[in-house]
């Protein structure tokens, strides 16, 4: 591997690596990549608008419809009107999609910290950085 890679590229390649890792520990759950993004995104258990989590986990709007109501089937989430805004949809865990979101977030965490065992605390933030603002793009 060349050092003058481009950061995309490698960024594309561990993602790519991570979600076939999360794949296989998490097969059992019967759940797509982006099915568990969504629900990675709700582990703390607070419930968030669509436009909310669209913005936290990356998804288009319209892409984004389709795998709530995939997880909305499985009986992981439920759908209220939003307290303050009657135009926006609230999206909570029901108790089934919080122990799947712990799990999730356990295995995301598992991950993390194999992967990144003996990187120095500072190389972590610095990454944690750039990721930030790829993600602000």
Known sequence: MESDELLLVLLQRATHVTLQVLATDLADLKLTASELNVLANL?????????????????????????LDRLADKGLLARAAHAGDRRAVEIS??????????????????????????????AVKQARRVLSALAAS
Do not use: M, Q, Y
């Open 43 to 67: 582990a703390d258990g607070k419930p968030r608008t669509v436009s909310e989590i669209g913005v936290a986990a990356g998804v288009r709007p319209t892409t984004l419809t389709g795998v």
């Open 93 to 122: 865990l029901t108790p089934r999609g919080v122990r799947s979101a712990a799990r999730i977030s356990a295995a995301f965490a598992a991950v993390e910290s194999r992967a990144l065992d003996g990187v120095p605390e500072s």
